[in-house]
T-cell receptor, first 112, second 115 residues
Framework: GENVEQHPSTLSVQEGDSAVIKCTYSDSASNYFPWYKQELGKGPQLIIDIRSNVGEKKDQRIAVTLNKTAKHFSLHITETQPEDSAVYFCAARQSSGDKLTFGTGTRLAVRP | GAVVSQHPSWVICKSGTSVKIECRSLDFQATTMFWYRQFPKQSLMLMATSNEGSKATYEQGVEKDKFLINHASLTLSTLTVTSAHPEDSSFYIC???????????FGQGTRLTVV
């Protein structure tokens, strides 16, 4: 089955700086990679996703890159704000399958 | 994005009783719903996948007689924790996906405390 590793487990940045979270996956058949933001006591919220036919996708301050050869993908948040503080999860799934396999999460703290 | 509503957001129950959690897709038809369990500071663990009108498929190690899942309509799935024990205390989260859709959207979660 799929295995997703996520690093770092915690990340602290100064407001305005960039934050990068990296994930690797094991199953070369995976071709859908979403990122979720989870605030304390709430469910995960989809913030961006990428499919394997694309190498990069950007949405305002958030971008995701995918390297299929190396089987890794990354989340980039620029101009971080205190409200970006949360736990971020990457995930991977075969588009023909149902199950999402989640990474272990990254706790991001943005210092004002 | 699509809206998935989960109810209740928190519940406290006594050991031995059963608790039902509802998951509704408010603005789309959810042909597939997923139930997850999350312990503090840990990732989401998939418990089961349900397709509308079919029996749920449970992950290895999840007791189907203890965690009853019903997905009787395209907008509602329920998870019933039967004969709850303190070790069942956790954060339960559902997610829903429409037919042929790639994205899955999550509910806000239910904090279950069994005393």
């Amino acid at each position: 089955g799929e295995n997703v590793e996520q690093h770092p487990s915690t990340l602290s940045v100064q407001e305005g700086d960039s934050a990068v979270i990296k994930c690797t996956y094991s199953d070369s058949a995976s071709n859908y990679f979403p990122w979720y933001k989870q605030e304390l006591g709430k469910g995960p919220q989809l913030i961006i996703d990428i499919r394997s036919n694309v190498g990069e996708k950007k949405d305002q301050r958030i971008a995701v890159t995918l390297n299929k050869t190396a089987k890794h993908f990354s989340l980039h948040i620029t101009e971080t704000q205190p409200e970006d503080s949360a736990v971020y999860f990457c995930a991977a799934r075969q588009s023909s399958g149902d199950k999402l396999t989640f990474g272990t999460g990254t706790r991001l703290a943005v210092r004002p | 994005g699509a809206v998935v509503s989960q109810h209740p957001s928190w519940v406290i129950c006594k050991s031995g009783t059963s608790v039902k959690i509802e998951c509704r897709s408010l603005d789309f038809q959810a042909t597939t719903m997923f139930w997850y369990r999350q312990f503090p500071k840990q990732s989401l663990m998939l418990m089961a996948t349900s397709n509308e009108g079919s029996k749920a498929t449970y992950e290895q190690g999840v007791e189907k007689d203890k965690f009853l899942i019903n997905h009787a309509s395209l907008t509602l799935s329920t998870l019933t924790v039967t004969s709850a024990h303190p070790e069942d205390s956790s954060f339960y989260i559902c997610s829903a996906r429409a037919l042929r859709a790639t994205e899955a959207f999550f509910g806000q979660g239910t904090r279950l405390t069994v005393v």
